[in-house]
C-alpha cells in the first residue's frame, strides 16, 4: 500500500520526534536519516516542502519500528531512552550504546539494531505471558 504524502510527513516528523526524544544530535539525526542539514532545518519548520527519498523513509520506518519495538519491551519512556544512550556489554553492542552503533547512518546497524530490539521485544511478551496478572 502506498503511502499519501501527508502519511510519509507524519512518518518522518514522527520518527525525528523519537530520535530527538533519545537524545540524538542533529548531526546523528542527519547521518542516521541520511538528511543534510538544509533538509533536517527545513523539516523542522516547513516538512511539507522537503522531499523524502527512498532512503530516508527507509530508515524513518526503521525508526518508527525499533521505537514500537522498545515501547513493547520496557514499560516506560525512561527505560527506553535508558538503553538507547547506555553503553551495553552485551554481544550485540560490544560496549557501545545502541546510540553508538547507528549513529554514523550505515543502515545495517539500524537493521541489526532493530533485530536486537525484536527479541528484547519478544522475550518481553513471554514474560508478560506468564504472568497471573
Known amino acids: 500500500m502506498e503511502l499519501s504524502q501527508n502519511e ?27 538528511l543534510s542539514q538544509e533538509q533536517h532545518a527545513r523539516l523542522k519548520v516547513t516538512p511539507a516542502t522537503v522531499p523524502v527519498g527512498p532512503s530516508t523513509f527507509e530508515r524513518v520506518h526503521l525508526i518508527v519500528e525499533i521505537d514500537g519495538l522498545l515501547r513493547t519491551a520496557f514499560e516506560s519512556s525512561h527505560f527506553i531512552n535508558n538503553f538507547i544512550n547506555v553503553r551495553n556489554n552485551s554481544k550485540a553492542f560490544n560496549g557501545y550504546a545502541p546510540i553508538e552503533h547507528i549513529e554514523h547512518g550505515d543502515l545495517t546497524s539500524i537493521k541489526r539494531l532493530k533485530q536486537c530490539v525484536q527479541e528484547m521485544a519478544r522475550t518481553a511478551d513471554k514474560e508478560r505471558d506468564k504472568s497471573p496478572w
Not at 518522518?12 to 544530535?25: P, Q
Open 8 to 34: 510519509r510527513l507524519t512518518l518522518v516528523k514522527y520518527a525525528l520526534g523519537v530520535l530527538d526524544g533519545w537524545g540524538a544530535s542533529n548531526h546523528q539525526t542527519e547521518a542516521i536519516l541520511e
